[in-house]
């Protein structure tokens, strides 16, 4: 499976508070994630895509008390955010197969994945709209990460070790697969979140829709009575 293009220059330009509060708060982070974690790129993987599976499943679980409330169809917006969750868990799993975290570093995922999810559930129920803004623009980070850290395998920085299991499963990949493989479908997979997330934040402001990037297909996972039946 050889991953979509994507456009790497893709940026959604500020437009009024929320979104420049959304862009502050996401270089933010970024300054955090490159002080601490430098040019080792597989353990900020780690770390930082335990945080990216959170604003899915935040967002899936309000859209759903919200509709229950309302009664009201959801126009697929919890499926599209339960998805993107379970996709940013399996790139979670993935890198910590290729990185095996260390126990500190597993601390620290925990601490930051509790912080997070308290401070993006409020930011959800406060303003969604800012809170997709929020992750369009981490997205736009990740792709760049993503990016930097191909540039590290091919330069040699990086060692271009042979692919995990679980991610020529999931994607898909072939057997001799290797890291530079998984890169480029994480990247593809970010820049399809990327796009989405801006798009509902568009939706919530009243702007036109945006072009979504191509997303690479993935194994579907299907719970274990099911695959017992």
């Not at 009201?72 to 993935?94: P, S, Y």
């Not at 559930?121 to 709209?129: C, N, P, V």
Request: net charge negative; with cysteine.
């Amino acid at each position: 499976m050889i991953a979509p293009y994507i456009d790497l220059t893709v940026h959604h330009a500020p437009r009024g508070l929320s979104d420049r509060v959304a862009l502050g708060f996401t270089k933010s982070l970024r300054w955090i994630a490159d002080t601490f974690f430098a040019e080792r790129y597989g353990h900020r993987a780690v770390v930082l895509e335990t945080v990216a599976a959170v604003p899915g499943m935040v967002g899936a679980t309000l859209n759903h008390l919200k509709c229950l409330r309302r009664m009201c169809d959801d126009r697929g917006w919890i499926k599209t955010l339960m998805d993107e969750a379970e996709n940013e868990r399996m790139h979670l799993m993935t890198f910590v197969a290729v990185c095996k975290p260390t126990w500190y570093e597993r601390a620290v995922i925990l601490g930051a994945q509790w912080v997070f999810y308290l401070a993006f559930f409020a930011l959800y129920l406060i303003s969604a709209k800012t809170a997709h803004r929020v992750v369009g623009y981490f997205e736009e980070e990740a792709v760049i990460s993503y990016t930097h850290y191909l540039a590290e395998i091919d330069e040699g920085r990086s060692q271009n070790v042979p692919a995990p299991d679980i991610a020529k499963r999931y994607w898909g990949l072939a057997e001799d697969a290797t890291l530079r493989d998984v890169v480029l479908v994480v990247r593809a997979d970010e820049a399809h979140h990327r796009d989405v997330n801006h798009g509902y934040a568009n939706e919530l402001a009243g702007l036109p829709p945006c072009e979504v990037a191509p997303c690479p297909p993935h194994q579907a996972l299907e719970p274990v009575w099911k695959q017992a039946a």
